[in-house]
């Protein structure tokens, strides 16, 4: 059958296999999904050259069977399936062109993400969570259902990945001690399967596991098939025994196929082409081996003939290979539906709940916050600790209050700069599937955090200020300082939320949170009077949490200070603040909202991009 028959069968001969009927009784005995796709290519346009990484490809996967997608490194099995899992989004430097179908309908043209799920190669999970938690959470993003519902099916997947030892313990990082990685990468899986899709798509599952966890994973994808679901994998040498799990192989070179069919059959194909495979060696060992590629940009006369070889004949027998494709019992494909949305409440309930055990989990980054903030607050009473009335002891009181500025900005803002990147890959997967808005992401992350910035404030402004003996001319003095240092605290993590949300890494925001709070300080109004800020830089003082807040506590502090006569200028008219408190904390209270802002459009536009 030739890849234009073939493309025909696929959308309309198959409909006499469909069962009619989607009721639940008959998907129950109809749920398989055939996945197929025709004459598939895939280029990228860099600077003025275009590569071809996908050169017209035809194949399909069947319901109940593992088709393994084989290839050496860079000869397109990660383009394919993020093809096939509708990964990839056609733009001006990337083209596609083909289609891919569920049982003959486009899965362009219904919500594939109910059908079909896509397991990365990288785990991309929060370390912070027990397997039942971070499944529980995404079962009540992802699927609809009471409580009893979401555990039954939590338990199931738990059970169906055997999963059940480590259920409860910590998944863990390089800094948390937590599962290994072949339990990690059944995590990633239950994530996906938790939604029950008929179709999983997997990119390197057992890439760096031993060969024992590599089948073990195997093995449990293999159930998943007998299950009648289509499990597509790639991988790159599969031991032996992992090979003979296989259904149907597909062996990739260079953007083009060179076997397609049997995984048991690929043997004997070889053998026809003249190439016999030695007896003691492994079969996919053998087939990299020779179809290995030293240097893909400048390819020797023998592998460009070799490769030719292998295109051609393959492509002679392409026909042979689409008999086999099993259309009993498919599932009828409606268009309409959609997948499950939760809403706005259960969106922010399930992100409270996570993030604030990720918070509270995290004690190393707790125990930091405390102990950098006390520390300061102590070193800081053991220089100044008698402040005194005379011009000195202004000059002092200036220093600390600035001092306290600065900590809170920096400690908060650097906590949060850095460990938003780490966050940042969980919320692209999750904002890429839709499982919740920026908006509730942003107010659970600020929500769960408040609780320990009120704590962490509080403690710091009882040692520092009756340790200093700062203004105690009234007692709401003690409480406004409370407040503008808790306002600044916020500003500092709302600063850091923002450059973490444009910055890719840990790197990028150590370097870039410095970078912009050097000028913000340098217009805090303690190195230079706020009346001779020059005009072209004006500005920068609007959004500098410096400035507000250290004038806002210079206002509270100096106010009824009863100073000694050696004080000529009021420190106020010194430093050119006047104003009110309130006005300087309603201008700090804006900065955090407008960093909110920003940072919702950042990651709004980043989510987008990583759709694409
Ligand atoms: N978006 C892209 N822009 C530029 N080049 C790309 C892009 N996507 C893939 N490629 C290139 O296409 C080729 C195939 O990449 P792909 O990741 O699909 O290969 P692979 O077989 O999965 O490799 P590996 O086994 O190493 O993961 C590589 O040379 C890769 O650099």
């Known amino acids: 059958m030739s890849t234009n028959t073939h493309k025909k069968s696929a959308s309309s001969e198959n409909t006499g296999f469909i069962c009619n009927t989607p009721s639940s009784t008959s998907r129950k005995s109809c749920n398989r999904i055939l996945l197929e796709w025709s004459d598939l290519a895939y280029s990228v346009k860099q600077k003025k050259h275009r590569t071809k990484i996908l050169k017209g490809v035809s194949g399909f996967a069947n319901p109940g069977q593992i088709l393994a997608i084989m290839g050496s490194s860079g000869s397109g099995k990660t383009s394919l399936v993020s093809i096939l899992s509708n990964q990839i989004i056609p733009q001006r430097n990337i083209k596609i062109s083909g289609t891919v179908s569920i049982n003959g309908t486009d899965i362009k043209k219904v919500d594939y993400s109910i059908y079909s799920r896509y397991v990365m190669q990288q785990d991309i999970v929060l370390p912070t969570l027990t397997p039942r ?187 042979i290979v689409f008999e086999e494709i099993n259309k009993n019992e498919l599932l009828e494909i409606d268009s309409e539906s959609n997948s499950f949305r939760a809403g706005f409440f259960i969106e922010i309930s399930v992100l409270l709940q996570r993030a604030w055990k990720n918070t509270m989990r995290n004690p190393m980054m707790v125990m930091l916050k405390f102990m950098q903030l006390l520390t300061m607050a102590i070193i800081l009473d053991l220089i100044f600790h008698d402040l005194g009335y005379n011009m000195k002891g202004v000059q002092n009181r200036q220093g600390v209050l600035f001092n306290s500025v600065i900590h809170f900005v920096m400690t908060s803002s650097q906590t949060n700069s850095m460990s938003f990147p780490i966050e940042r890959p969980i919320f692209l997967k999750d904002y890429k599937e839709a499982l919740y808005g920026v908006t509730p992401y942003i107010l659970a992350k600020m929500i769960t955090e408040l609780p320990l910035q009120i704590i962490c404030t509080l403690l710091y402004s009882v040692v520092f200020y009756f340790a200093l003996d700062l203004n105690l001319e009234s007692a709401d003095k003690f409480f406004i300082f409370f407040g503008i240092m808790l306002l600044i605290h916020l500003c500092g993590a709302a600063y850091g939320n923002l450059a973490g949300a444009f910055s890719k890494d840990v790197l990028a925001s150590t370097i870039w949170g410095p970078t912009i709070a050097a000028p913000l300080m340098m217009f805090g109004g303690f190195f230079s009077n706020g009346n001779s800020f020059s005009s072209s830089f004006y500005w920068i003082k609007y959004v500098s949490a410096y400035y507000f807040g250290f004038v806002a506590l210079a206002i509270n502090e100096f106010t009824d200070l009863d100073l000694g006569s050696d004080v000529m200028i009021p420190p106020l008219k010194s430093l050119g603040i006047n104003g009110e408190i309130w006005e300087n904390a309603g201008s700090l209270l804006l900065i955090v909202l407008g960093c909110i802002v920003l940072t919702i459009c950042a990651l709004k536009y980043y989510g987008e991009q990583s759709k694409s």
Request: aromatic share 8%.
């Open 133 to 319: 938690e971070a499944l529980t959470y995404a079962a009540r993003l992802k699927i609809k259902g009471n409580h009893d519902f979401i555990t039954e099916r939590v338990n199931q997947v738990i059970e169906d990945l055997k999963l059940t030892k480590i259920a409860d313990k910590l998944i863990g990082n390089e800094l948390i001690k937590g599962l290994s990685g072949g339990e990690k990468k059944r995590v990633c899986i239950g994530l996906e399967l938790i939604s029950e899709p008929q179709i999983l798509i997997l990119d390197e599952p057992t890439s760096g596991l031993d060969s024992f966890t590599a089948e073990l994973v195997i093995k449990l994808m293999k159930q998943q098939a007998q299950n009648d679901k289509t499990i597509v994998v790639t991988i790159h040498q599969p031991s032996s025994n992992i090979f003979a799990m296989f259904d149907r192989l597909i062996l990739m070179v260079e953007g083009n196929f060179v076997y397609q069919g049997c995984a048991s059959k690929s043997l004997e194909y070889f053998n026809d082409i003249g190439y016999n495979c030695p007896d003691m060696m492994n079969p996919p060992d053998y087939y990299m081996r020779v179809l290995f590629i030293r240097n893909r940009t400048s390819m020797t006369d023998d592998e460009s003939q070799r490769l030719e070889m292998f295109t051609d004949t393959y492509k002679k027998n392409e026909e």
